[in-house]
């Protein structure tokens, strides 16, 4: 416990060491409210073009800064690189290039369909952006998670960056997420949607069985974590409700939930909220 609360503030005096000399660079290109606050915006605000389909490749990537400014001074600030790739499922995905550890960026590697991190080892599944190896991986969601762009596919297969959930270098943000449910809830209302369950807290499995059985949600996929050592973990993952006791901690669950559900898991304090794919 002691060593875990050493790293977490060595973790956070060395961020706030580093954000200040990242601010005092950029301050003299940058409205301080539009900077502090934009990572939080979600979709609708900006629409960057970013590539099209017909050249761009399953499993391939590509690094691009957002939004860009056509500065190459300012674009070129790691705070402003996204990696977009095209995922072996077809699904295209791009969050900030910026690890959620202690900022280093990280690269995506085809041959092992994974992000991984060149500073401490952290490992992250491309499908969801949330870390599953190394420091990053060790810390509570949504901090082990990074910051996704909400994407556009225009019919001629035109790719946009519609605007960002999260805020760059810590994680998710929750509250950005919980409107992107709510506008796409909206406008599709009768879609089950597929997403995560992510609790805030490890819970035994029966509690989590009874919570999911209690908003409608079916199991899909669970993942789990067992800690082997202050410095270790290691994550387990399973199908269905059958295997999911095999898990010390259960910390999130892929599962699939009619509309009228996401509400009812934001309003409960044991979870944080879904988040759709
Ligand atoms: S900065 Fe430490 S693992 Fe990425």
């Keep these: 416990m002691a060593f875990k609360l050493m790293a977490e503030r060595r973790r956070t005096l060395l961020k706030a060491a580093l954000g200040s000399s990242l601010l005092v660079t950029l301050a003299p290109f940058l409205s301080w409210g539009g900077y502090l606050y934009r990572p939080e915006a979600t979709s609708g605000q900006i629409r960057q073009r970013l590539i099209n389909l017909k050249d761009f490749p399953v499993n391939s990537k590509l690094t691009f800064p957002f939004p860009a400014t056509g500065d190459p001074t300012v674009d070129s600030d790691p705070f402003r690189q996204y990696i977009l790739v095209h995922l072996p499922s077809g699904d295209l995905k791009a969050y900030s290039k910026v690890c959620v550890h202690l900022w280093c960026l990280y690269d995506y590697f085809p041959e092992k369909r994974q992000f991984q991190c060149p500073c401490h080892g952290s490992i992250y599944n491309p499908d969801t952006g949330v870390a599953t190896k190394g420091p990053a991986s060790l810390q509570p969601y949504p901090t082990n998670s990074l910051p996704e762009l909400n994407l556009e596919v225009d019919p001629d297969g035109t790719i946009y960056a519609t605007g960002l959930r999260g805020r760059i ?80 901690a259960v910390y999130g669950v892929d599962a699939s939930a009619t509309p009228s559900s996401h509400l009812k898991l934001l309003e409960n304090p044991q979870i944080i909220l879904i988040l759709p794919r």
Excluded: H, M
């Excluded at 789990?224 to 059958?242: A, C, F, I, M």
């Design 169 to 248: 270098g810590y994680g998710r943000e929750w509250r950005a997420e919980a409107a992107w449910i709510q506008q796409r809830q909206s406008s599709s209302p009768n879609t089950p949607v597929t997403g995560y369950v992510v609790f805030r807290d490890p819970l035994p499995p029966d509690n989590i069985l009874s919570l999911i059985r209690g908003v409608d949600a079916k199991i899909v996929k669970w993942y789990g974590y067992v800690d082997k050592s202050p410095t270790e973990r290691e994550w387990l993952t399973g199908e269905g409700e059958q295997n999911i006791t095999s898990a010390t």
